[in-house]
């Protein structure tokens, strides 16, 4: 039994990084309607992004809460960078086409940037260790191990989310970025600066990628140029079964996702290889059984 | 008082002949030249040659002939696949890209059938392009069975995997929908790494083809000509391709295509005119997986051997980008993408690391500068004129 602890926190390790993920999706659905399927590919970015910085500040012989700060920070910025570009210069173009024609464009816009890693990225088609940042070690609750970097992570991951959920909906950007989401016409009229309030709105999706890329670099210590395209699926999933548009419904849906992954490998270790198609097949069927999502997309309000 | 009809003038057939002659000697021109630089110049030539046959009315004229005389389109792309393949009868490399570029155009049209005519999103063509490989690799391990069942297995069991699939395609709309598909892909390649049966990671290796008693490894004499085994494989993929577009071509022609057409951009009005959308819908879908499976079984018998790695997500997007490259819907532009997209990086060696990269970059230009592909579609003409 002594297993449990670990598969708990295994699964809100890997639930925080897909609520994460899903709530990128959820917010550039809720404000343009569009799904940007190159979020998993901005993730990686960052991560690399991440790598790079750790590397420079090493070099540099900055500490190690130093050579923290500039993986997240680096991370966050380049991400934030790559959101915003494109939504600048290839979905704000396009963003009266066919939504499967946006769909695609944005999956291929996910393919350059994965294989621009592997291909310029130096050794880009082999995985990156990730340097270990936060104290290893841990301790026990009765026969269950806690790792002390998880614990921390996890924190962090659930802290930016209420982060995120109060720019949403505290701040005067975060009102704006309602208004367009409601109406983009009537908050042009009010004097809300449109071409504005989208690369931002963009940039703090895909701020949320790059966290969670430094979160799962950090907790597996690896990363490669092809793991965004696993995660944006399962964000994107997270994000249809808990109802595209709703925040709480992407975080409910990553959660839910990376319960059934970690129910997989719990209850029936001889098939964890096989735990992503036991999570894609209920996942499917939750969506015939309730093809809008758990939670609704609800018509007014949509972030 | 009669108008006069446009349609009793004659039309003149040269055009017809100039085009497929022209594309016969390009697409042979373009598999026999090895020197990169030639290969470069050679396909600058054909792209002017197309851009100025389209600027000065060719294209059309083309059409027309082709519309007015179908069985002397249909005659004279066979006299010109029998030269291609006299051209080309001891280069085993060309055979074999031809015979996969004619995969991937008959995948396509399945894809077409779907995508185009139907309106349903598949971001897993390359995955039901798998279940007819690997069902081929199982068949032929059992040992037994005529291959002609087996490459018709690996089409039945795409149309069954595909039939799981059917109820939440039916129920989801737009981005839900594309999910379905998305997962599905994605969790067939996951199930080919983690089962040891299908060989894992390392795949399976496959036996020829041998059909009513024609073996596909043995080099053809003709009249005093060898010909490589290879030609057997292009023979079987060409008919296979020409019976996927002459049913493509039914399916747009017939009322069935109307109907598909009217589910495709509209549903709500579909089922106000009583159309049963669920039905269209699967047929669609059915076809589709079908070709799939079936050129996937083939694919496989070709070249021997399958692995996940040859049925992964990207490579559903390289068939989505065949079918937008080629115009979507448009059935005839699937077959010069498929050999854009096939051929180019097998023989410019420098693009084969980057391939999927640039078409990537490719398909995100013609969505920005041409969002209905290449060569549109063209609106359905109703021909009210008394037949």
């Known amino acids: 039994m002594g297993m449990i602890g670990q598969h708990l926190l295994n699964g809100m390790m890997q639930g925080t990084i897909y609520g994460l993920v899903a709530m990128g999706f959820t917010i550039f659905f809720g404000v343009m309607n569009v799904i940007k399927f190159s979020h998993g590919d901005v993730?990686?970015?960052?991560?690399?992004?991440?790598?790079?910085?750790?590397?420079?500040?090493?070099?540099?012989?900055?500490?190690?809460?130093?050579?923290?700060?500039?993986?997240?920070?680096?991370?966050?910025?380049?991400?934030?960078?790559?959101?915003?570009?494109?939504?600048?210069?290839?979905?704000?173009?396009?963003?009266?086409?066919?939504?499967?024609?946006?769909?695609?464009?944005?999956?291929?816009?996910?393919?350059?940037?994965?294989?621009?890693?592997?291909?310029?990225?130096?050794?880009?088609t082999n995985p990156q260790r990730f340097p270990e940042l936060l104290p290893?070690?841990?301790?026990?609750?009765?026969?269950?191990?806690?790792?002390?970097?998880?614990?921390?992570?996890?924190?962090?991951?659930?802290?930016?989310?209420?982060?995120?959920?109060w720019i949403i909906n505290r701040t005067k950007f975060g009102l704006a970025m309602r208004a367009v989401a409601e109406d983009v016409e009537t908050a042009r009229t009010m004097g809300i600066n449109f071409a504005r309030v989208i690369p931002l709105t963009f940039a703090l999706g895909s701020i949320t990628a790059g966290f969670a890329g430094t979160i799962y670099g950090l907790y597996y210590s690896e990363i490669n140029y092809g793991m965004g395209l696993l995660l944006a699926v399962i964000g994107f999933t997270a994000a249809i079964v808990g109802g595209l548009g709703n925040i709480w419904g992407a975080i409910v849906g990553g959660y839910l996702f990376a319960g059934l992954q970690t129910f997989v490998v719990a209850a029936i270790p001889s098939m964890s290889d096989y735990k992503n198609v036991f999570a894609f097949v209920l996942i499917i069927m939750l969506i015939t059984w309730r093809p809008t999502g758990l939670l609704a997309e609800r018509g007014s309000e949509r972030v | 008082m009669t108008a006069p009809s446009p349609q009793n003038k004659p039309v003149a057939v040269w055009p017809l002949i100039t085009a497929v002659a022209f594309a016969a000697a390009a697409l042979a021109t373009l598999v026999l030249i090895d020197n990169q630089k030639i290969l470069g110049l050679a396909l600058a030539g054909i792209a002017a040659i197309c851009l100025a046959a389209a600027r000065f009315g060719g294209v059309a004229a083309t059409e027309a002939a082709a519309s007015e005389n179908p069985w002397l389109l249909r005659g004279l792309i066979l006299i010109a696949a029998?030269?291609?393949?006299?051209?080309?009868?001891?280069?085993?490399?060309?055979?074999?890209?031809?015979?996969?570029?004619?995969?991937?155009?008959?995948?396509?049209?399945?894809?077409?059938?779907?995508?185009?005519?139907?309106?349903?999103?598949?971001?897993?063509?390359?995955?039901?392009?798998?279940?007819?490989?690997?069902?081929?690799?199982?068949?032929?391990?059992?040992?037994?069975?005529?291959?002609?069942?087996?490459?018709?297995?690996?089409?039945?069991?795409?149309?069954?995997?595909?039939?799981?699939?059917?109820?939440?395609?039916?129920?989801?709309?737009?981005?839900?929908?594309?999910?379905?598909?998305?997962?599905?892909?994605?969790?067939?390649?996951?199930?080919?790494?983690a089962n040891e049966l299908l060989g894992g990671p390392q795949g399976l290796k496959i036996p020829g083809i041998n059909l009513f008693g024609w073996n596909f490894s043995n080099d053809l004499h003709i009249l005093g000509f060898t010909f490589s085994f290879y030609v057997n494989y292009v023979i079987l993929t060409g008919v296979l391709t020409a019976l996927a577009m002459i049913l493509a071509g039914l399916l747009d022609k017939s009322w069935i295509g109307v109907w598909l057409d009217v589910v495709r951009l509209d549903e709500t009005a579909a089922s106000v005119f009583g159309l049963r959308i669920g039905t269209w819908k699967i047929l669609a879908f059915t076809l589709g997986n079908f070709l799939a499976g079936l050129m996937g079984a083939v694919y496989a018998k070709m070249t021997g051997f399958i692995a996940p790695a040859n049925f992964t997500f990207g490579d559903s997007l390289v068939m989505v980008s065949i079918v937008i490259l080629g115009g979507i819907g448009n059935r005839w532009g699937v077959l010069p993408a498929a050999l854009i997209v096939v051929l180019l990086p097998e023989k410019l060696q420098f693009i084969q690391e980057y391939r999927l990269l640039l078409y990537a970059i490719l398909v995100i230009i013609i969505l920005i500068a041409r969002p209905d592909g290449l060569v549109a579609r063209r609106v359905r003409a109703l021909r009210m004129e008394t037949r």
């Not at chain 1, 420079?56 to 130093?66: C, D, E, K, N, Y």
């Not at chain 1, 570009?85 to 024609?101: D, E, K, Q």
């Not at chain 2, 595909?162 to 599905?184: D, E, K």
């Open chain 1, 136 to 165: 290893s070690g841990g301790f026990n609750i009765g026969s269950s191990f806690f790792r002390t970097d998880a614990l921390i992570l996890i924190v962090a991951g659930i802290a930016s989310i209420g982060v995120v959920y």
């Open chain 2, 82 to 193: 029998v030269a291609v393949l006299f051209v080309l009868r001891d280069d085993n490399f060309g055979l074999l890209m031809v015979a996969t570029v004619l995969i991937y155009a008959t995948v396509c049209i399945g894809l077409t059938i779907q995508m185009g005519y139907a309106g349903l999103t598949n971001f897993a063509a390359a995955a039901f392009v798998g279940t007819g490989g690997y069902t081929a690799a199982m068949l032929g391990q059992k040992g037994g069975l005529p291959d002609a069942l087996v490459l018709l297995g690996g089409g039945l069991v795409a149309v069954f995997i595909g039939s799981l699939l059917i109820l939440p395609v039916l129920r989801t709309r737009g981005h839900y929908a594309a999910l379905t598909t998305l997962a599905f892909g994605v969790l067939f390649n996951v199930f080919l790494d």
């Open chain 1, 43 to 124: 993730l990686t970015l960052g991560a690399f992004g991440g790598l790079v910085a750790v590397w420079a500040t090493h070099s540099l012989g900055l500490s190690v809460p130093m050579q923290f700060v500039a993986a997240f920070a680096a991370a966050m910025l380049l991400s934030a960078v790559a959101g915003a570009g494109i939504s600048h210069f290839l979905i704000m173009p396009l963003r009266n086409a066919p939504p499967l024609n946006m769909l695609l464009m944005t999956m291929m816009v996910g393919t350059v940037l994965r294989e621009a890693i592997r291909l310029f990225f130096p050794n880009g």
